[in-house]
Structures are given as structure tokens and as C-alpha cells.
């Protein structure tokens, strides 16, 4: 019993890779980097067996050639509601961009201010660090 189950693994016959047309795996990619279709959907729907074949063929015929970023990848898969949150956070990640430079601007100025100030018109502004710290005396009231 045990030979006639190893005769028929081995005989077993496995099933060629399937070949398909450029314009199958144009197709495919297009409709996974709109969104329509996930890598792995695409696959099962279209019945393509190999587990990283639809995001080999992404690499090979997406537009710039290059491998699509995995922010452009998951971008397809989100839902209406999580594209709309992503797009409020980019706007919000440059608005605070926008401040941050601002600030820095604002920061050297305030720097080229204290250095006139202490440079031409000879008033101390800056903390002097190692100097003894002021100490009132007995005769000194205190609140």
C-alpha cells in the first residue's frame, strides 16, 4: 500500500507556470494602484498563483519603473474615510512645517537682536553663566 502512494506522488504531474500577456499585467497593476483591487484580491480574483507575482509585475510596469512606495501601495487599500484622514494629516504636517520655519526665522532674528544690542549699544542681555548669583544680605528686607 505504502509503494502505491509514493508511485503516485511521484507521479504527479506538476502544473506549468501560467504565462500572461503585458497587457494582463498592465491591467492588474493599474487596477491595483487605483485602488480598485489589493495585491492579493487581484491575485485570487485573477487566479495568478505566485504569492509576490502581482507586486513583481507593480515593480516591473509601474510608471517610473522603480517599486511603487508602500505609502502609494496602502494608500489603495484604504477606505474613502482613511484617505480622507491621511490627506487632513499631510495638509496638517505642512502647515506645522510652515510654522516650524517661521519660528526659526523668527529665532534668528531675536539672536541678531540681542547681538546689536549687546555689541553697539553695550547692554548686557545674555545670562553670564559662572557669575555668582545675587544673595541678599541681612540688612536686605525680605517679603
Same mark, same amino acid.
Given at each position: 500500500?505504502?509503494?502505491?502512494? =509514493?508511485?503516485?506522488?511521484?507521479?504527479?504531474? *506538476?502544473?506549468?507556470?501560467?504565462?500572461?500577456?503585458?497587457?494582463?499585467? *498592465?491591467?492588474?497593476? =493599474?487596477?491595483?494602484?487605483?485602488?480598485?483591487?489589493? %495585491?492579493?484580491?487581484?491575485?485570487?480574483?485573477?487566479?495568478?498563483?505566485?504569492? =509576490?507575482?502581482?507586486?513583481?509585475?507593480?515593480?516591473?510596469?509601474?510608471? =517610473?519603473?522603480?517599486?511603487?512606495?508602500?505609502?502609494?501601495?496602502?494608500?489603495?487599500?484604504?477606505?474613502? %474615510?482613511?484617505?480622507?484622514?491621511?490627506?487632513?494629516?499631510?495638509?496638517?504636517?505642512?502647515?506645522?512645517?510652515? *510654522?516650524?520655519?517661521?519660528?526659526?526665522?523668527?529665532?534668528?532674528?531675536?539672536?541678531?537682536?540681542?547681538?546689536?544690542?549687546?555689541?553697539?549699544?553695550?547692554?548686557?542681555?545674555?545670562?553670564?553663566?559662572?557669575?555668582?548669583?545675587?544673595?541678599?544680605?541681612?540688612?536686605?528686607?525680605?517679603?
Amino acid at each position: 500500500m505504502d509503494v502505491e502512494k =509514493s508511485t503516485k506522488i511521484r507521479t504527479m504531474k *506538476r502544473s506549468k507556470p501560467r504565462k500572461f500577456s503585458e497587457s494582463f499585467k *498592465r491591467k492588474v497593476v =493599474s487596477e491595483v494602484i487605483e485602488g480598485k483591487l489589493s %495585491k492579493e484580491s487581484a491575485r485570487r480574483i485573477y487566479g495568478i498563483r505566485a504569492k =509576490s507575482g502581482v507586486l513583481n509585475w507593480i515593480r516591473k510596469y509601474s510608471d =517610473s519603473g522603480y517599486a511603487i512606495s508602500q505609502i502609494e501601495l496602502t494608500l489603495g487599500a484604504m477606505t474613502p %474615510k482613511e484617505r480622507e484622514e491621511f490627506e487632513m494629516l499631510k495638509r496638517k504636517i505642512a502647515l506645522l512645517e510652515d *510654522r516650524l520655519e517661521n519660528e526659526t526665522h523668527r529665532s534668528g532674528l531675536y539672536k541678531t537682536m540681542i547681538e546689536i544690542a549687546e555689541t553697539q549699544l553695550n547692554i548686557p542681555i545674555r545670562k553670564k553663566y559662572g557669575a555668582k548669583q545675587y544673595k541678599p544680605t541681612k540688612s536686605t528686607p525680605t517679603k
